[in-house]
């Protein structure tokens, strides 16, 4: 059985701000692994106690990106691969996924690929999907729960609107997992300790089977931004200052009818 | 290739153009002694705008493709088990918006299995054609046959815009079929408009921050958006229905690799979705016990509690009742936010509403830039009052 699981460095808990102006603030480039991803992971080590086998983990950012397999490798991956290149610069979810794609294809042949529900900072969905179809794989998103993991297929509970299903997907497949599937193990001291200078293997366009700048990072990708802006503003408004705002607040309520007095 | 040029010559500041890259892409390379832009480049395009004058040049492809082969504005008919969701119908009143504005036709794609019912009915919302696979396969959602069916439809049709509800299915199949047609897709859009040619103008908060973008997709056809649900405004059902059903030929493969073993009817939630009135609970709440007072306005109102992300985080709410851009997208009649800061993200699920009340400590506080009565006040204060009121008032009539 060998699993791969994408995940992601995303930025930290700071956000990017505004100024008046319009431009961008950048308020200190702290980063951490996509919390999602950590489910992604712990569905993987879940299913490797049971059927054994190898998990490799893959990212596509720049070098700094190297430490989400640090942390990887702390919680029992076995294998980490850092896609990087700066012709990967500026890929939105298309190029991103052809990206990870070519990544897969490079890295092994894999029986299930487990992606994260989303990233925190990209925040489409979009990424699992995306890749399946250019790997050509089935994939079943909103994955709740592992019911079990067989030799050539995997039993998921899925969450739909209205239903909760029981599918089972034979492998090859890819996967996108709900935040609280499991609870994701916390990096252990040990491994963190044995796996210090084990090798993340970076791959450069160069190493892909499609070696066509074209498809890659920008060029590759066919959304652009045109424009950033602040949030648009209502100019309409009321502004309440002082004292008894809660009665204020109350009369108002009362005569947009929220309230009635004789109820 | 595609990418941004760094014009040394022009670049005078060298560390004020390295700081005008939010995401740190701008380096000084020390080796070659010169500004280079790295893979953590976002293509924000800050640098091309705001840099100084033509240090950064945005150097593009020629691509061409003809946009006049490509026409109509095509809704994903969004359902369960034929129960169509109505989000379906909000796209449909703004497709047809769109499509207006270039003179293009509205169609409505509609994949299942006993839906030919459920597709008249969606004559009565304003489309031109709807496009109906129906057969057996579609009884259930698997990924294959429904991308097949979609696919079928945009090779027969050649819409230019094809707009999905952003709902759990629609989340995956709208991504499967952008990619099999290597096009781009906009996931979340809370604005959408239309350019004269053809191009779709996609707006939708971005890069996790609180700032929005403008995103399009003018190389490429069909372009794809997914919006939430009440985001967008459904037209009235007009008594007379109008345009006319296709009935489509199924793709010849449907197979799938994935069995549908059983399916169990979740326990029916209620939806902070559906709620007229909500009261909103944000980071200033101290502690759990305080929500307490949050839960007694909404009922003294009739309506629900929902909270912003940090209390999920903290454990202290259901993620069902989070509002936002990764939570749900709400429109009641009346919301009051309690201690809610306002970031973009809280904001694109909730500017909709028809009553904004806002109670926030600071004068500055961003939510008061869409709250319609800003309350510059403390919820440790204000909202007490308010219960008293009521409860007086209460005790006066009964
Ligand atoms: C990709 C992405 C998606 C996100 N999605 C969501 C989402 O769906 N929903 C969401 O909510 N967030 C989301 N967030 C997080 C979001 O950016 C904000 O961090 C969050 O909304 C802040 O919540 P808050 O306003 O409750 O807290 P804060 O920003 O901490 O604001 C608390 C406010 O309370 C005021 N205050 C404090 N004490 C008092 C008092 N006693 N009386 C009155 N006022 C007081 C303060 O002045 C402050 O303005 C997302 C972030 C990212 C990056
Ligand atoms: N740059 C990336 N490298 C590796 N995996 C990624 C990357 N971007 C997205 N993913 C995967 O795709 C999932 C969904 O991301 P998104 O579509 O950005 O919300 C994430 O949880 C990851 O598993």
Redesign the interface.
């Known amino acids: 059985m060998k699993t791969l699981v994408c995940i992601k460095q995303v930025p930290g808990t700071t956000e990017v701000q505004v100024d008046e102006n319009g431009n961008l603030i950048r308020s200190g480039i702290d980063s951490k692994m996509n919390p999602y991803d950590l489910y992604a992971i712990e569905s993987a080590l879940k299913i490797k106690e049971k059927m054994g086998g190898e998990i490799n983990v893959m990212t596509m950012g720049p070098p700094q990106a190297k430490e989400v397999i640090r942390e990887a490798y702390m919680m029992g991956i076995d294998k980490g691969f850092l896609l990087t290149d700066r012709r990967f610069a500026g890929a939105d979810v298309l190029a991103t996924s052809y990206t990870l794609a070519q990544g897969a294809y490079q890295a092994g042949d894999f029986d299930l690929i487990i992606c994260g529900k989303q990233t925190t900072d990209g925040d489409t969905a979009q990424v699992g999907p995306e890749m399946a179809e250019y790997l050509g794989i089935p994939h079943v998103a909103n994955v709740k729960g592992i019911v079990e993991s067989k030799e050539k297929s995997i039993i998921l509970e899925v969450e739909m609107p209205t239903t909760i299903q029981t599918v089972e997907v034979t492998y090859p497949c890819l996967i996108t997992v709900e935040k609280g599937i499991f609870q994701p193990r916390l990096p252990s001291y040990r491994l963190k300790k044995k796996t210090k200078y084990q090798e993340i293997h970076e791959l450069t366009l160069d190493n892909f089977k499609d070696k066509n700048e074209k498809r890659y990072g920008l060029s590759g990708s066919p959304t652009q931004v045109e424009e950033i802006f602040p949030p648009e503003q209502n100019t309409t408004s009321e502004r309440w200052e002082g004292e008894h705002l809660g009665t204020k607040l109350y009369d108002q309520l009362i005569d947009l009818k929220f309230i009635y007095k004789n109820k | 290739?595609?990418?941004?040029l760094v014009n040394q010559k022009n670049i005078k500041d060298i560390d004020k153009a390295i700081?005008?890259?939010?995401?740190?892409?701008i380096e000084w390379n020390e080796k070659n002694r010169e500004v280079e832009?790295?893979?953590?480049?976002?293509?924000?395009?800050?640098c091309v705008?705001?840099g100084p004058e033509d240090a950064f040049i945005l150097e593009e492809?020629e691509v061409f493709i003809d946009k006049s082969l490509w026409k109509g504005v095509s809704v994903y008919v969004d359902h369960?088990?034929g129960a169509v969701?109505p989000v379906t119908y909000e796209l449909i009143g703004k497709a047809r918006e769109l499509a207006d504005k270039i003179n293009h036709p509205v169609f409505a794609v509609f994949i299942g299995s006993n839906i030919q019912k459920q597709a008249k009915e969606i004559l009565h919302y304003g489309v031109d054609e709807v496009f109906v696979y129906d057969d057996e396969a579609f009884k259930?959602?698997k990924?294959?046959p429904y991308?097949a069916a979609f696919s079928d439809f945009i090779d027969k049709v050649s819409p230019s815009t094809v707009l999905v509800g952003a709902?759990?299915?629609g989340?995956?199949?709208?991504?499967?079929v952008?990619?099999?047609f290597?096009?781009?897709?906009?996931?979340?859009c809370t604005i959408l408009d239309m350019k004269e040619d053809t191009d779709l103008v996609?707006i939708r908060?971005?890069?996790?921050?609180?700032?929005?973008?403008?995103?399009?997709?003018?190389?490429?056809r069909p372009?794809f958006a997914t919006v939430r649900y009440k985001i967008m405004n459904a037209p009235e059902r007009s008594e007379e229905p109008s345009g006319e059903v296709t009935i489509c030929k199924p793709p010849a493969n449907l197979s799938?690799?994935?069995?549908?073993?059983?399916?169990?009817?979740?326990e029916v939630e209620e939806d902070i979705a559906d709620a007229e009135?909500i009261v909103v609970a944000g980071r200033a709440i101290k502690k759990e016990e305080d929500l307490e007072m949050i839960e007694m306005l909404a009922k003294?109102?009739g309506g629900k509690v929902a909270v912003t992300r940090p209390l999920i985080e903290a454990g202290w709410g259901d993620?069902k009742t989070q509002i936002g851009?990764?939570g749900r997208t709400v429109r009641p009649?009346?919301i009051i936010t309690c201690g809610v800061s306002g970031?973009?993200q809280f904001?694109a699920g909730m500017?909709n509403s028809e009553?904004?009340?806002a109670?926030n400590k600071d004068?500055k506080s961003?939510i008061?830039?869409?709250?319609?009565?800003?309350?510059?006040?403390d919820i440790y204060?204000?909202?007490?009052?308010?219960?008293?009121?009521?409860k007086k008032?209460?005790e006066v009539?009964a």
């Open positions: 290739m595609a990418r941004i700081k005008i890259c939010p995401f740190g892409a832009i790295t893979d953590a480049c976002k293509m924000c395009m800050i705008n705001k492809d369960d088990n969701h259930d959602f990924i294959e991308t709902t759990p299915l989340r995956s199949l709208a991504p499967r952008a990619a099999r290597k096009t781009g897709l906009t996931a979340d996609q908060p971005a890069f996790g921050g609180n700032i929005m973008a403008q995103i399009c997709t003018p190389k490429s372009q799938s690799a994935i069995t549908v073993l059983s399916s169990k009817v979740k009135v003294e109102l993620p851009l990764s009649k009346l970031s973009v904001k500017t009553y904004i009340f109670i004068p961003p008061f830039q869409v709250a319609h009565y800003a309350i510059i006040g204060e204000v909202i007490p009052e308010l219960l008293e009121k009521i008032s209460e009539t």
